[in-house]
């Protein structure tokens, strides 16, 4: 089972990026697959969710209107959409893939990756 995400650097603040998560290993369409990011000196936090079922993306309230999370499970891989990013989007970026969501909850994510990272800076 491995997930990769990729697409993290350095990007000015307002700009935009897009990281993506490659799934191989396990069935990609039984699984949510969840955007977390942990920020120097910081826990990691739950950023978005994308479910396997096709209902609507979930995303935490610092990101909403800014990213998005998109999947297309016969293409693979899931994309994070990051616009309009600030220093506080500084971080670096996991994806994770559960089969039982409940608002970002990491103890219900079955697998990670090992992180890309972004830096919003000037």
């Known amino acids: 089972v491995r997930l990769v995400e990729s697409g993290g650097g350095v990007v000015q603040p307002g700009g935009s990026l897009r990281l993506s998560c490659a799934a191989s290993g396990f069935t990609v369409s039984d699984y949510d697959i969840s955007w977390f990011r942990q920020a120097p000196g910081e826990e990691r936090e739950g950023v978005a969710t994308?479910?396997?079922?096709?209902?609507?993306?979930y995303y935490v309230n610092s990101v909403k209107r800014r990213f998005s999370t998109s999947r297309d499970d016969a293409k693979n891989p899931v994309y994070l959409n990051m616009a309009n990013v600030k220093p506080e989007d500084t971080a670096m970026y996991y994806c994770?893939?559960?089969?039982?969501?409940?608002?970002?909850?990491?103890?219900?994510?079955?697998?990670w990756g090992q992180g890309t990272k972004v830096t919003v800076s000037s």
């Open positions: 994770a893939a559960g089969r039982t969501f409940w608002k970002l909850r990491e103890s219900l994510e079955d697998y």
């Open positions: 994308t479910f396997h079922d096709g209902g609507d993306p």
